[in-house]
């Protein structure tokens, strides 16, 4: 039973979450706590997206949830803002409940409000966020993540995968005292990245962007550049693995001209594998950056790699005042305990093996052409013929009560559960079918 958590009253009352005893381990609201959910007695004058537009420049922080990138259009019915994340469920502010697909672009591996990285959290923050001094959890975890990172005799904070990889750049560039990067993927919004408007000219040129797994463009690239080349900057998987020779030939560049090998692990890291796609290639990096998935959600980067890259941040500037606050630091030690007692990758594995079979077989059952799955298994995507019947799919399976990313990537979670892939498969179904209905 839908329900509304707006207590107060007036147009801008704040929704109130479930307390923790209305859900269970998986996150499922209580059945039998329905009763005592009471809707309010007036509604709202303004809806939350459109309080959102009218105070944040894009009605979203985050550029991947505003409105037009979840549904595809700015004008699209979907919900926008939630109130409770627990397992892969959510519970939007109208009271609606979700099975989650997307786990926060990929950044929640373990289930939302995991119980064992929320009490770490809570303990460290408890005993005082940040001092003057660096919490000791810095230490530790940098100790663990260089015990498993192939490439990683140093470890650096910061608190996005946009940073990390950013300052991976910035040493790349300071130890080799180059300018020139070949980059292959998406690292972010800043600078150095970036085709967006407002990015100096200048800066552009210094980056030469090649296509995934293109080796000839690549060649050419650092035929170009030559002995101006400080590094090559790969996200190792977009939407596929690459081939074997894509990574190789990366790393052969880089050692002929005495340029730096980046690999963004923002994705890939605590997912495919826990050290990262550079686990299982047999390739390894000088640099790489870790974030998402490392600390299931809370705000935690790392820039990891070789003690001669590394300590180029002696000759340079890296920092940010959060970088060791001890909450985020404590959910990522709570994440590798995660890590040393299971094997979290092969059960993302194989449960984003039995997502895309559900919606394989909702594919295959509404007889619809124009779409399939693709990708690697702990994060794949739907992919479609008309981003307009992406779009119409996406806003049918919201009603059907399951949020599916557009584009890439869905992401598995060990919260995904033999019941929400049941649902998966219901709410895909049925989305199908009224995506056929409309075009009959």
Known sequence: MAFNRFFGRGRDASPTPPPPDELDARGHPDADDDESLVAPEEAPARSWRERAEAVLPTG??????????LYGSADAVGPTHFVSARGCRVIDTDGERYLDCTMALGAVALGYAEPKVTQAVIEAVSQGQVSALSSWREVELAERLCAIIPCAERAQFLKTGAEATSAAVRLAR???????VIASGYFGWHDWSSDAAGVPAGTKRDVTRVPFDDLGALESA???AGNALAAIVLEPVVEHEPSAEWLARARTLCDAVGAALIFDEVKT????APGGYQEVCGVTPDLASFGKAMANGYPLAA????APLMESARRTWISSTLASEAG???????VLDWHFDADIPATLAETGREMRAAVDRAIDASGL???HTAGVDTMWLMRWDDPARES???????????????GAYNFAAIAHDEEALREIEAAASAALVALAEDEA
């Open 60 to 69: 979203a922080s985050t550029g991947s949830k505003r409105t037009e990138a």
């Open 174 to 180: 300071t130890y080799t005292g180059r300018d020139q």
């Open 222 to 224: 650092a035929a170009a």
């Open 269 to 272: 890291g605590f997912r495919v």
């Open 303 to 306: 820039v990891v790699g070789l």
């Open 328 to 334: 985020a630091l404590a959910a990522a030690l709570a």
């Open 369 to 371: 052409h124009g779409v």
């Open 392 to 406: 119409r799919f996406l806003q049918h399976a919201v009603r059907e009560g399951v949020l599916f990313k557009r």
